[in-house]
């Protein structure tokens, strides 16, 4: 068990936002997740062959890129963005809520209790990318405290139960267009599995945004890439 002494407090709604470990839930289910299906745009979006897949608005799903397509960029109207997308790859882009990251083309989108937006493996459902976000009147990443203390209760509250085994590595803390973010990554085991993530954290557009993506740890040494890939993609701009 982590204790910390006069730790910052985080989002005190973050715990809603966090789903039950294992827990699907099928779009034909009924319950309404209305917030997590933002209205999106995308413009364009140029393939190898110069050729350009026009998009309007949409639901859950942003753009559909081909897995042969070589990197490319997206760009949404009335926002200063730019999304290199390698071979492999598709973007989910909110405008709404200001976000983006990059996700596997052969992932498919799904509701998660509690995210904003969602991505898995087909054949590998604890292989996933989730975002969830709660509202904050903090400004800055900073505001909460530092990346060890803040980590270290995030995982103690939200990411792991009292009968879990988990261990952090690779604390990060970096900047992008003026925001900080913190990232990490850590395990937690128990009697059934072993999970290994990714979590990046970052404040902006008056929101505690949270995107963790990872897998059994079992296969992380072959998806650690992947992982990566997704993690370093995850980007917040002012809407």
């Given at each position: ?31 309404a ?17 110069g ?7 949409t ?9 042969g397509?070589?990197?490319?960029s997206?760009?949404?109207?009335n ?20 976000y ?22 087909v ?25 060890a203390v ?59 945004y ?23 993609s ?6």
């Amino acid at each position: 068990m982590v204790t910390l002494q006069n730790s910052p407090a985080l989002p005190t709604k973050w715990s809603s936002c966090i789903p039950c470990q294992g827990t699907y839930l099928s779009r034909s289910s009924g319950i309404a997740y209305k917030r997590c299906i933002p209205s999106l745009l995308v413009v364009s979006a140029h393939t190898e062959n110069g050729s350009i897949l026009k998009h309007g608005e949409t639901g859950r799903r942003q753009v559909l890129i081909g897995a042969g397509a070589s990197a490319t960029s997206i760009f949404s109207r009335n926002i200063s963005l730019a999304v290199e997308v390698p071979s492999g790859y598709e973007v989910y882009l909110d405008r709404q809520d200001g976000y983006s990251f990059i996700y596997p083309s052969n992932w498919r989108d799904y509701v998660f209790r509690g995210q904003d937006a969602a991505f898995k493996d087909v054949r590998k459902a604890m292989e996933n990318v989730r975002l969830s976000f709660v509202p904050t009147d903090k400004k800055d990443i900073h505001d909460l405290g530092p990346p060890a203390v803040v980590i270290k209760k995030l995982i103690k509250d939200l990411l792991a139960t009292p009968d879990q085994r988990t261990q952090i590595f690779n604390i990060k803390e970096y900047a992008i267009d003026g925001k900080n973010y913190y990232n990490f990554d850590y395990t937690v085991s128990s009697r059934v599995y072993a999970r290994r993530a990714l979590v990046t954290l970052v404040i902006g557009n008056g929101k505690s945004y949270m995107l963790e993506v990872g897998t059994l740890e079992r296969r992380w040494k072959n998806m650690e890439d992947t992982m990566q890939t997704i993690s370093n993609s995850f980007t917040l701009f002012d809407v």
